[in-house]
T-cell receptor, first 112, second 114 residues
Framework: GDSVTQMEGPVTLSEEAFLTINCTYT??????LFWYVQYPGEGLQLLLK?????DKGSNKGFEATYRKETTSFHLEKGSVQVSDSAVYFC???????????FGQGTRLTINP | ETGVTQSPTHLIKTRGQQVTLRCSSQ?????VSWYQQALGQGPQFIFQ???????GRGNFPPRFSGLQFPNYSSELNVNALELDDSALYLC?????????????FGEGSWLTVV
């Protein structure tokens, strides 16, 4: 079945550092790919998405490129801020499927 | 702010009891899904409702059931609560079932079973 594997956390960085959170997936069809963010005590917010190979999703300085050849959708940001501290989830939704399949989440802490 | 609202935000139940969680979807959205998020894990799909009918179900037992109403709001019911049911329950809505559409989540209902 479909699955998503994320980089093990937690990840701790200093402010203005470069961020990469790795995500790889397994899917039977042609999925859409998503990154969601969950701030403490809150629900999930969509951060960015890509619906086909080679698409780049971007939002709030974060980027991720849909790489079909490596089945990856790594999240990057050039300069992180304290306010980026949260849990990040990679997810996929296969074509025609009802559900999102999530990775286990990566907790990110940014220190001033 | 996603326009998806859930209630209650927190509740505590005793093992064996029943619970009902409620969700109002974003205006214009006819598709509602429910997810269970255990502590430290990613959300797991419970089921989806589309125009008042169940439209897909994850690997959850029948004691997890749901409803969708004509205004597209929804309820999740869990009978015979077990300790492992303690989790954050997330409601999500989308404009329809198409897989490329964005899914918007509410802030969740925290359920503790003691």
């Amino acid at each position: 079945g479909d699955s998503v594997t994320q980089m093990e956390g937690p990840v701790t960085l200093s402010e203005e550092a470069f961020l990469t959170i790795n995500c790889t997936y397994t899917a039977t069809g042609y999925p859409s790919l998503f990154w969601y963010v969950q701030y403490p005590g809150e629900g999930l917010q969509l951060l960015l998405k890509a619906t086909k190979a080679d698409d780049k999703g971007s939002n709030k300085g974060f980027e991720a490129t849909y790489r079909k050849e490596t089945t990856s959708f790594h999240l990057e940001k050039g300069s992180v801020q304290v306010s980026d501290s949260a849990v990040y989830f990679c997810a996929l939704r296969d074509q025609g499927a009802q559900k999102l399949v999530f990775g286990q989440g990566t907790r990110l802490t940014i220190n001033p | 702010e996603t326009g998806v609202t859930q209630s209650p935000t927190h509740l505590i139940k005793t093992r064996g009891q029943q619970v009902t969680l409620r969700c109002s979807s974003q205006s214009g959205h006819n598709t509602v899904s429910w997810y269970q998020q255990a502590l430290g894990q990613g959300p797991q799909f419970i089921f989806q409702y589309y125009r008042e009918e169940e439209n897909g179900r994850g690997n959850f037992p029948p004691r997890f059931s749901g409803l969708q109403f004509p205004n597209y709001s929804s309820e999740l019911n869990v009978n015979a609560l077990e300790l492992d049911d303690s989790a954050l329950y997330l409601c999500a809505s989308s404009v329809d079932r198409t897989s490329g559409n964005t899914i918007y989540f509410g802030e969740g209902s925290w359920l503790t079973v003691v």
